[in-house]
Nanobody, 116 residues
Framework: QVQLVESGGGLVQPGGSLRLSCTVS????????MGWYRQAPGKQRELVATFTRGGNENYADSVKGRFTISRDNPNNTLYLQMNSSRTEDTAVYYC??????????WGKGILVTVSS
């Protein structure tokens, strides 16, 4: 069973920065398409960014130019660098791994609060 564990969440002021991490168990991390999703209170879960196994990055319009997704394959870790944070970025952030066969694995989520 693949396990994903997020870390690095917490409180950040508007305009501030935060870096989320996601460590993934197993030996096939490099084969997964990895992504970050988020769910704000009262809203549906939405895509934030993805990083394919081929090296392509994709971002939601709302975070383009502010957030950067990256991955460290030898260390089975995915990152999300959040800069110029806004109050509307407040949400529970989830790490996702999608296998070549289409199976999705999820972390438990981590809360990010953007507030002064």
């Amino acid at each position: 069973q693949v396990q994903l564990v997020e870390s690095g969440g917490g409180l950040v002021q508007p305009g501030g920065s935060l870096r989320l991490s996601c460590t993934v168990s197993g030996k096939t991390f490099r084969l997964y398409t990895m992504g970050w999703y988020r769910q704000a209170p009262g809203k549906q879960r939405e895509l934030v960014a993805t990083f394919t196994r081929g090296g392509n990055e994709n971002y939601a319009d709302s975070v383009k130019g502010r957030f950067t997704i990256s991955r460290d394959n030898p260390n089975n870790t995915l990152y999300l660098q959040m800069n110029s944070s806004r109050t509307e970025d407040t949400a529970v952030y989830y790490c996702n791994a999608r296998s070549m066969g289409g199976t999705n694995y999820w972390g438990k989520g981590i809360l990010v609060t953007v507030s002064s």
